[in-house]
Nanobody, 124 residues
């Protein structure tokens, strides 16, 4: 069983930056992608971004494109989400996710492993 542990959330003013990290407890060949979802109060869980565990490919949602960047550190089984120019509407709990198929990550129902989440609050 793979465990995902997030870190880096917090409170930031609008226009500021935060960097989230997610570390997997073990490296497994079955994991082909790691990424992030977020969920604001009263809203459904929303896809944010993900990155391939093996090849140089990443995908970012239109809502954060140009502001958020996802990267990976395979040596440490870690994925980072650099969030710049944060807006009030980015406030949410951010969940790390891992899937066995790259494109499966676009649908939260296909996620194989979830982290517990980290709170990101952007003050206006």
């Amino acid at each position: 069983q793979v465990q995902l542990v997030e870190s880096g959330g917090g409170l930031v003013q609008a226009g500021g930056s935060l960097r989230l990290s997610c570390t997997a407890s073990q490296r497994t060949s079955s994991i082909n992608a790691m990424g992030w979802f977020r969920q604001a109060p009263g809203k459904e869980r929303e896809y944010v971004a993900h990155i391939s565990a093996t090849v140089g490919r990443s995908t970012v949602s239109n809502s954060v494109k140009g502001r958020f960047t996802i990267s990976r550190d395979n040596a440490n089984n870690t994925v980072h989400l650099q969030m710049n120019d944060l807006k009030f509407e980015d406030t949410a709990i951010y969940f790390c996710a891992a899937t066995t198929s790259y494109w499966a990550m676009l649908n939260s129902q296909n996620v194989d492993y979830w982290g517990q989440g980290t709170q990101v609050t952007v003050s206006s």
